[in-house]
């Protein structure tokens, strides 16, 4: 069975552009939710979806944004990049069923900002 | 709002011995409490979780945890350490939203051989 799937692995951008990661998750798995990883603020939830609504969003301006789609596949975009936003942003997906809280990780997008 | 503390930033352990790597949390209510491990340049993966039963919790690759409510940790712990066993180890507890985990900021575990 596929684990969950983020493209770009690596990606570089200047200050001002905007970025869209992309998630596929396991199969199966309808809930999606993203995290920021960077060695200063360490871990940091971003936002949560489930059957295409996002349910919970953590604390972050309103440049970092997202979406899930009807496959259950889900998209964040960071607008008007900062120098501070380059991080490894992780997707992590479950099935929301369950219940039973675990959830399963991709290897993460690490944005580089310039 | 729920959080978990990681006090140490870095354990060392010898090949062979047990290890500890510590978390205490704070919640209001019942806690849902995770660890995950890191590998360089690699997602997280869950190693074990609490909900509610048996105080030990057994999980992946020899590892498990002791919840202690009166303590208020949720130590993990493995008998006898392996040099692959060296990574990063985050404590998490679940915030509200199903998928919303608070995460400690994590121990650095060194198995030396």
Redesign the interface.
């Given at each position: 069975k596929a684990g969950v799937t983020q493209t770009p692995r690596y990606l570089i951008k200047t200050r001002g552009q905007q970025v869209t990661l992309s998630c596929s998750p396991i199969s199966g798995h309808r809930s999606v939710s993203w995290y920021q990883q960077t060695p200063g603020q360490g871990l940091q939830f971003l936002f949560e979806y489930f059957s295409e609504t996002q349910r919970n969003k953590g604390n972050f301006p309103g440049r970092f944004s997202g979406r899930q789609f009807s496959n259950s596949r889900s998209e964040m975009n960071v607008s008007t990049l900062e120098l501070g936003d380059s991080a490894l942003y992780l997707c992590a997906s479950s099935r929301r069923d369950q219940n039973t809280g675990e959830l399963f990780f991709g290897e993460g997008s690490r944005l580089t900002v310039l | 709002a729920q959080s978990v503390a990681q006090p140490e930033d870095q354990v060392n352990v010898a090949e062979g011995n047990p290890l500890t790597v510590k978390c205490t949390y704070s919640v209001s209510g019942n806690p849902?409490l995770?660890w995950?491990v890191q590998y360089p340049?690699?997602?997280?993966?869950?190693l074990l979780?609490y909900?509610t039963g048996d105080n030990l919790v057994k999980g992946s690759y020899g590892f498990e945890a002791e919840f202690n409510k009166s303590q208020t940790s949720f130590h993990l712990k493995k008998p006898s350490a392996l040099v692959s066993d060296s990574a990063l180890y985050?404590c998490?507890v679940?915030?509200?939203?199903?998928?919303?985990?608070?995460?400690?900021?994590?121990t650095r575990l060194l198995v030396s051989p």
């Open positions: - | 849902y995770f995950y340049n690699r997602g997280l993966q869950f979780k909900i985050f998490a679940r915030d509200g939203g199903f998928q919303k985990l608070v995460f400690g900021t994590g």
